[in-house]
């Protein structure tokens, strides 16, 4: 995913499963000795998701996935640029009206999506 890079091992969560499954039992083991640690890394974990994985931060993701995208094409998009751009909307006038609705969610729910 887009966010992976961003996550940090003992931060955001604890990596397991090096040799087997049976590593999560000496993670529970540590938890429930560290209890504080543990909880402070729940609470880096839920930060986290509250910032790079709210609807907010995935349409922007898209927004400058796009954007590069369109920097690269060898040809400006645009009304018949291509035969097979035949549908084309300014991203900057999309979000300046449409994408309001993703304050209160109602865009989402018609068309939902995942990173």
């Known amino acids: 995913g887009y966010y992976f890079h961003l996550l940090k091992p003992f931060v955001h969560y604890v ?15 540590w938890a429930r000795t ?16 509250a910032r790079y994985l709210s609807r907010p931060a995935r349409a922007c993701y898209w927004y400058k996935l796009v ?7 060898k040809y400006t998009p645009g009304p018949g640029a291509h035969a097979r751009a035949a549908y084309y909307r300014n991203i900057t006038d999309y979000l300046a009206t449409d994408a309001q609705q993703w304050q209160d969610g109602r865009w989402f729910r018609a068309y939902p999506f995942s990173p």
């Open 67 to 73: 954007k590069e995208y369109a920097a690269r094409l």
């Open 15 to 29: 990596p397991f499963w090096r040799q087997g499954p049976e590593d999560v039992l000496e993670l529970l083991a």
């Open 34 to 49: 560290f209890d504080d640690k543990a909880q402070r890394l729940g609470a880096n974990a839920q930060e986290f998701a």
